[in-house]
Every structure is written in structure tokens, then in C-alpha cells.
């Protein structure tokens, strides 16, 4: 599977940003999805992952009723709405896709495939 996240910029506090992440291969529907974000200086860590079926769905604290995640297997996509974003959003933001049923936070040691990050900045 090949992962190519999309949708990163420069954006006002308050502000909004919709990610879009889409995956190659005919597998899409046997992966838990989710998305990653590094910081400067900091570790890598969990934003939000998404069911193979897109039912079920787990947020990191820090963005819950902020950011929405949703996934479209027809399509072979996943998003990472973002709302009410602040300056601590910033970072780079990674897609990964996780070949075991989760219901949880994804683990970053046991992510099969990882995407190139995109760019978050989120500044006035």
C-alpha cells in the first residue's frame, strides 16, 4: 500500500483544513487508517485512526470535537477534517495504515505503511 497525504498550508487560529490521504492497492478495506503529527522538537504522535469499515472511530484528547475523520473505501481515501485549529496543531501530518482491527489509538511501532507528511502551520 502507498500512501500520499494532501491538503496541508497555513492557516489563521479559529481557522479549518481538510487533509486527504489516498492509498494504492486493492487492500485498502483490510487496514485500520489513521493519522500521525510531529511537531518541532517533539515525537511523533497520535491524532485519530478509523475502523476498515469506517464505524468506528478513536480521537487523541487533544483534538476531540475538533477534528473529524472519515474514510471512503470506494475511493480508497481517507480525510482528517480539521476545525478550531491553534497554533499547537501545528506539525507535520502523516497517514498510516495499520493491518490489524483497531478500535484504539494506533500504535506507532506497529504502522505497516506510513505516507509522506504534509504541512501544518497554524499562525497569525
Known amino acids: 500500500v502507498q500512501l500520499q497525504a494532501s491538503g496541508g498550508g497555513l492557516v489563521q487560529p479559529g481557522g479549518s483544513l481538510r487533509l486527504v490521504c489516498a492509498a494504492s492497492?486493492?487492500?485498502?478495506?483490510?487496514?485500520?487508517m489513521g493519522w500521525f503529527r510531529q511537531a518541532p522538537g517533539k515525537e511523533r504522535e497520535f491524532v485519530a485512526s478509523?475502523?476498515?469499515?469506517?464505524?468506528?472511530?478513536y480521537y487523541a484528547d487533544s483534538v476531540k470535537g475538533r477534528f473529524t475523520i472519515s474514510r471512503d473505501n470506494a475511493k480508497n481515501t481517507i480525510d482528517l477534517r480539521m476545525n478550531g485549529l491553534k497554533p499547537e496543531d501545528t506539525a507535520v501530518y502523516y497517514c498510516?495504515?495499520?493491518?490489524?482491527?483497531?478500535?484504539?489509538?494506533?500504535?506507532?511501532?506497529?504502522?505497516?505503511?506510513w505516507g509522506k507528511g504534509t504541512q501544518v502551520t497554524v499562525s497569525s
Open positions: 492497492g486493492r487492500t485498502f478495506t483490510s487496514y485500520t
Open positions: 498510516a495504515a495499520d493491518g490489524t482491527p483497531k478500535y484504539s489509538a494506533l500504535i506507532e511501532s506497529l504502522i505497516d505503511y
Open positions: 478509523i475502523s476498515r469499515g469506517g464505524g468506528s472511530t
